[in-house]
């Protein structure tokens, strides 16, 4: 699994994930899914959930749009990383969502500057004007220009 970038040591991140991918996921360690993706976008695995609960794997999808920030929902997906058994691969269609999420609950876990959020933003290859993210950040950090 090629595409998975380790944020912290809870949480990594990622694209569309098949089944074979799930039972490796399984094997290396991993105890959760949590998927941003909606139902009705192209691609959307319509198993995954019971893939991934065959495999051993807690799974929740909370359908975050790519394109839009949405408050109630990017809030729902921190209280599940939150309380899923860790380590939790976070994914979405291509990994933005899912790098957005992720670093944004490191960020209120570790306390990150924004200093230290865009650095690691760099390192994982995440971009800050992703909508959820860019939306966290401006709330977080209202008197900076982002």
């Known amino acids: 699994m090629s595409d998975v970038k380790k ?20 094997i290396e360690g991993f105890k959760s899914v949590l998927n ?3 139902p009705d976008e192209n691609g959307f695995f319509h ?4 893939q991934a609960e065959i495999v051993g794997l807690e799974y929740v999808n909370v359908p ?5 920030p949405n408050q109630q929902l990017t809030a ?6 939150d309380h899923l058994p860790k380590p939790i691969l976070i994914h979405c269609a ?12 490191d960020a209120i876990q570790a306390g990150l ?3 230290e959020i865009a650095q690691k933003a760099t390192e994982l290859g995440i971009n800050l004007e ?7 950040l401006l709330e977080k950090f209202a008197a900076r220009q982002i």
Not at 47 to 50: H, L, P, T, V
Not at 76 to 81: S, W
């Open 7 to 26: 944020v912290n040591d809870d949480l990594s991140i990622a694209g569309q994930i098949s089944a074979e991918e799930l039972r490796k996921l399984a």
């Open 36 to 38: 941003l993706r909606n």
């Open 47 to 50: 198993d995954e959930k019971q």
């Open 64 to 68: 975050l749009n790519s394109k839009e």
């Open 76 to 81: 729902e997906a921190i209280l599940e990383i």
């Open 94 to 105: 291509g990994g933005a969502r899912a790098g957005g999420i992720a670093l944004i609950a």
């Open 113 to 115: 500057t924004y200093e």
């Open 130 to 136: 992703q909508p959820h993210l860019k939306q966290f």
